[in-house]
C-alpha cells in the first residue's frame, strides 16, 4: 500500500512539475506579445513577429488543452495554474 501511495505522489509531482514548466512557458508567449503590441510605432516586422508569436501561441494553447483535458475542473490545478501565471506575469516589463 505504502508503494502506491508512493507512486500516485511521484506522478502527481511530474504533472505539477510538467504544468509548472506549461504555464511558465505560455506566460513567456504572452510577455513577448505584450511587449511587440506596446512597441511604439510598429513597423512590418514587428507585425510579422507579433503574427507568429500568436501562431506559435495557439497551437501551444491547443497542445495543453489537449494535454490537461482530463484535468480542466481541478480547482487545486487551475489555481496552482493561475499563481505560477501571475507570478510570471509581474515580472513581465
Known amino acids: 500500500m505504502a508503494f502506491g501511495g508512493l507512486l500516485l505522489a511521484s506522478c502527481s509531482s ?3 512539475s510538467s504544468l509548472e514548466k506549461d504555464v511558465r512557458k505560455m506566460a513567456s508567449y504572452k510577455c513577448q506579445l505584450q511587449k511587440l503590441r506596446a512597441t511604439e510605432n510598429p513597423d512590418a516586422k514587428i507585425a510579422e513577429q507579433t503574427e507568429k508569436l500568436e501562431k506559435e501561441m495557439e497551437e ?8 490537461y483535458k482530463d484535468k480542466k475542473d481541478d480547482k487545486e490545478m487551475n489555481e496552482t495554474a493561475d499563481k505560477i501565471m501571475d507570478e510570471e506575469m509581474a515580472k513581465c516589463k
Open 60 to 67: 501551444f494553447r491547443t497542445t495543453m488543452q489537449e494535454k
Open 14 to 16: 511530474s504533472l505539477s
